[in-house]
């Protein structure tokens, strides 16, 4: 059951920032936000995650509005080699027995382009 | 250093037969999570181990889906008998904990015939 909304698909010129926007207005106040990403036949791969301050890290920067019902993951200098679809996820990081769970949704499929 | 590692990284197999994965997590990590993902379903959750105990198992689809950890290095998913609906890329992810986050491993790509 995912918790957020995407975009299905989103484009962006290599060398300029790719913003990729995430609505959670369901949120709870203990749960943070994730963002994987996944490139064709790999893995998913961990990107950031914050609860509500703004978090920055060397791929990307996540910026979450104050109300924390959406949020904006940048990645500053777009390459070829970040096209893939983006999750945007909600989680409970508590103690709780779901602790581990985590829906991914259908993403955003970014494509960047030379 | 070594991610998750998966094997095998294809199978092929007819179906009724028995088909295992296996995967080894990050040296470390005490949570382990199996997931599948399919065009029409996209990336869902199995089943999830913390301490090599399964927490979570709702994502199981029915009793011919099995996981075990026997050990904190080590563990395997077992589907018998295997059925065609059963395609799919089937991905292991650990971490230190079960609220950190998850590093996944290459996947095991499964088609039954």
């Known amino acids: 059951d995912a918790k957020t909304t995407q975009p299905p698909s989103m484009d962006c010129a290599e060398g300029r920032a790719a913003n990729l926007p995430c609505n959670h207005s369901?949120?709870?106040?203990?749960?943070?936000v994730y963002w994987y990403r996944q490139i064709h036949s790999q893995g998913p791969q961990y990107i950031i995650h914050g609860l509500k301050n703004n978090e920055t890290n060397e791929m990307a920067s996540l910026i979450i509005t104050e109300d924390r019902k959406s949020s904006t993951l940048i990645l500053p200098h777009a390459t070829l080699r970040d096209t893939a679809v983006y999750y945007c996820i909600v989680r409970v990081d508590d103690r709780g027995s779901t602790l581990g769970r985590l829906y991914f949704g259908r993403g955003t499929q970014l494509t960047v382009w030379p | 250093d070594a991610g998750v590692i998966q094997s095998p990284r294809h199978e092929v197999t007819e179906m009724g037969q028995e088909v295992t994965l296996r995967c080894k997590p990050i040296s470390g990590h005490n949570s382990l999570f199996w997931y599948r993902q399919t065009m029409m379903r996209g990336l869902e959750l199995l089943i999830y181990?913390?301490?090599?105990?399964?927490?979570?198992d709702s994502g199981m689809p029915e009793d011919r889906f099995s996981a075990k950890m026997p050990n904190a290095s080590f563990s395997t998913l077992k589907i018998q008998p295997s059925e065609p609906r059963d395609s799919a890329v089937y991905f292991c992810?650990?971490?230190?904990?079960?609220?950190?986050?998850?590093?996944f491993g290459d996947g095991t790509r499964l088609s039954i015939l």
């Open positions: 992810a650990s971490s230190f904990s079960g609220t950190q986050p998850q590093h």
């Open positions: 369901t949120i709870s106040g203990n749960e943070y």
């Open positions: 181990f913390n301490n090599n105990v399964p927490i979570d």
